[in-house]
Nanobody, 126 residues
């Protein structure tokens, strides 16, 4: 079973910074894409940023130049550095990982499943 633990959310003033972390655990052999999504009150969940296993990144236009996604493959962890935060960045931030392969009893198996974290609240005050 794969589990995700997110941390780093909180309350910050506009212009401030936060760093989110999402650590995966379980019988994971490889992770493909990792990403962050957010959901503001009354709105649908939207993509914030993604990163491939090779390190290629993709950002929503609204966060380009302010947010940076990164990952530590050795620790199965993805980060989101958020700078110059704005009130419109407020929302619940969710990480998502795509587990490509798992291992059990000394063998590696295809897995190809997505997992979501429970979310961490980011509140940016004006």
């Amino acid at each position: 079973q794969v589990q995700l633990v997110e941390s780093g959310g909180g309350l910050v003033q506009a212009g401030g910074s936060l760093r989110l972390s999402c650590a995966a655990s379980g019988s994971i052999f490889s992770i493909d894409d990792m990403g962050w999504y957010r959901q503001a009150p009354g709105l649908q969940r939207e993509l914030v940023a993604t990163i491939t296993s090779g390190g290629s990144t993709n950002y929503a236009d609204s966060v380009k130049g302010r947010f940076t996604i990164s990952r530590d493959n050795a620790k199965d962890t993805v980060f989101l550095q958020m700078n110059s935060l704005k009130p419109e960045d407020t929302g619940v931030y969710y990480c998502k990982i795509e587990v490509g392969r798992t291992y059990a009893s000394g063998k590696i198996y295809p897995h190809d499943m997505d997992y979501w974290g429970k979310g961490t609240l980011v509140t940016v005050s004006s």
